[in-house]
T-cell receptor, first 110, second 110 residues
Framework: GQQVMQIPQYQHVQEGEDFTTYCNSS?????IQWYKQRPGGHPVFLIQ?????EVKKQKRLTFQFGEAKKNSSLHITATQTTDVGTYFC??????????FGTGTRLTIIP | NAGVTQTPKFQVLKTGQSMTLQCAQD?????MYWYRQDPGMGLRLIYY???????DKGEVPNGYNVSRLNKREFSLRLESAAPSQTSVYFC?????????FGPGTRLTVT
């Protein structure tokens, strides 16, 4: 079945540094979504990408979908303490249900 | 507008006991989902319901049953709990593509 891997599993950064998490699928995806889960909380939808090579920005967050639609990345510029949490990608093919990645847990060192 | 609600928030079961996790949404969404979240494994789909009256297996359905009671409610039942079912369970709903998650149920089976 479809597998979605994320790296790194953990990332510790100094406040103000940049952060990137990468998502790789074993198969070509129709779309990819990103979610954020704060410690002790539930996943919250951030964005969906559907086009090959698509780039979307939300303030300090930049999301990319690869040309082959098999990988994606989330980049956070100048991290803040509010960015703490686990970031998940989730992909689907056609009418199949979402497959979530393993997540990247971001810790900020003040 | 409460979104997605789940009960209970915490539960401890002994091996072999049964219980039902309740989920309700007030957003008039057609699709509902049950996931489990284990450390390092991301979110794995247990069962989903594309519409009232239909249910389908996800990635890890063994040991679980579900009921889509009406459009609002989707329950998850453990008939005979096992320690391997210790996890955090999330219910989610969606209309188009974005999934809205409940606060989760933390279940421990001893």
């Amino acid at each position: 079945g479809q597998q979605v891997m994320q790296i790194p599993q953990y990332q510790h950064v100094q406040e103000g540094e940049d952060f990137t998490t990468y998502c790789n699928s074993s198969t070509t995806l129709s779309n990819i979504q990103w979610y954020k889960q704060r410690p002790g909380g539930h996943p919250v939808f951030l964005i969906q990408l559907v086009k090959s090579g698509e780039v979307k920005k939300q303030k300090r967050l930049t999301f990319q979908f690869g040309e082959a639609k098999k990988n994606s990345s989330l980049h956070i510029t100048a991290t803040q303490t509010t960015d703490v949490g686990t970031y998940f990608c989730a992909g689907s093919r056609g009418n199949e249900k979402l497959t979530f990645g393993t997540g990247t847990r971001l810790t900020i060192i003040p | 507008n409460a979104g997605v609600t789940q009960t209970p928030k915490f539960q401890v079961l002994k091996t072999g006991q049964s219980m039902t996790l309740q989920c309700a949404q007030d957003m008039n969404h057609n699709s509902m989902y049950w996931y489990r979240q284990d450390p390092g494994m991301g979110l794995r789909l247990i069962y989903y319901s594309a519409s009232e009256g239909t249910t389908d297996k996800g990635e890890v359905p063994n040991g679980y049953n579900v009921s889509r009671l009406n459009k609002r409610e989707f329950s998850l039942r453990l008939e005979s709990a096992a320690p391997s079912q210790t996890s955090v369970y999330f219910c989610a709903s969606s209309d188009r593509y974005e999934q809205y998650f409940g606060p989760g149920t933390r279940l421990t089976v001893t």
